[in-house]
């Protein structure tokens, strides 16, 4: 447990970065060794700003686990009920949305012959962009 503290540690200090207040991030949820990285990239963007939230709120797919109380529909693939709520919320509220970092499994867990891709975005307060329809 401690080895997994300290590499998540490691994962995180990378990554703080100054700018304004995140309003939502979409994040990876697959294991720390293969997404940890490109999740920390956009977590470490919470720690500057750690005082000024109060309430925090995940949406995404539960795969193993039986989970009582708010849930989807099990078709919902790997979250996209939540990103695609996101973006409508985004649009409305005049959100820019940054890409933080892009990866595969190669990149972060080795081995190329079978790669899963991993990204992570912001959402800010400023200038609206071109989010799709």
Same mark, same amino acid.
């Given at each position: #447990?401690? @080895?997994?503290?300290? *590499? +998540?540690? =490691? #994962?995180?200090?990378?990554?703080? %970065?100054?700018?304004? +207040?995140?309003? %939502? /991030?979409?994040?990876?949820? %697959?294991? &720390?060794? &293969?997404?940890?990285?490109? $999740?920390? *990239?956009?977590?470490?963007?919470?720690?500057?700003? !750690?005082? !000024?939230?109060?309430? +925090?709120? #995940?949406?995404?797919?539960?795969?193993?686990?039986? /989970?009582?109380?708010?849930?989807?529909?099990? $078709?919902?693939?790997?979250?996209?009920? $939540?990103?695609?709520?996101?973006?409508?919320?985004?649009?409305?509220?005049? /959100?820019?949305?940054? *890409? /933080?970092?892009?990866?595969?499994?190669?990149? *972060?867990?080795?081995?190329?012959? @079978?790669?899963?891709?991993?990204? =992570?975005?912001?959402?800010?307060?400023? !200038?609206?962009?071109?989010?799709?329809?």
């Amino acid at each position: #447990m401690i @080895q997994v503290r300290e *590499t +998540v540690r =490691s #994962m995180l200090s990378n990554g703080h %970065a100054a700018g304004s +207040v995140p309003r %939502a /991030l979409i994040v990876p949820h %697959a294991g &720390y060794v &293969y997404s940890g990285p490109v $999740a920390a *990239t956009a977590h470490s963007r919470l720690i500057p700003f !750690k005082e !000024k939230y109060r309430r +925090v709120v #995940m949406l995404g797919p539960c795969h193993r686990v039986p /989970l009582s109380g708010l849930a989807s529909s099990s $078709a919902d693939a790997c979250g996209a009920a $939540a990103v695609s709520g996101l973006l409508i919320v985004a649009r409305r509220r005049g /959100l820019n949305v940054r *890409t /933080l970092d892009l990866r595969n499994s190669g990149d *972060t867990a080795g081995g190329r012959e @079978q790669v899963v891709g991993y990204g =992570s975005w912001l959402f800010e307060e400023g !200038k609206s962009c071109d989010l799709a329809a």
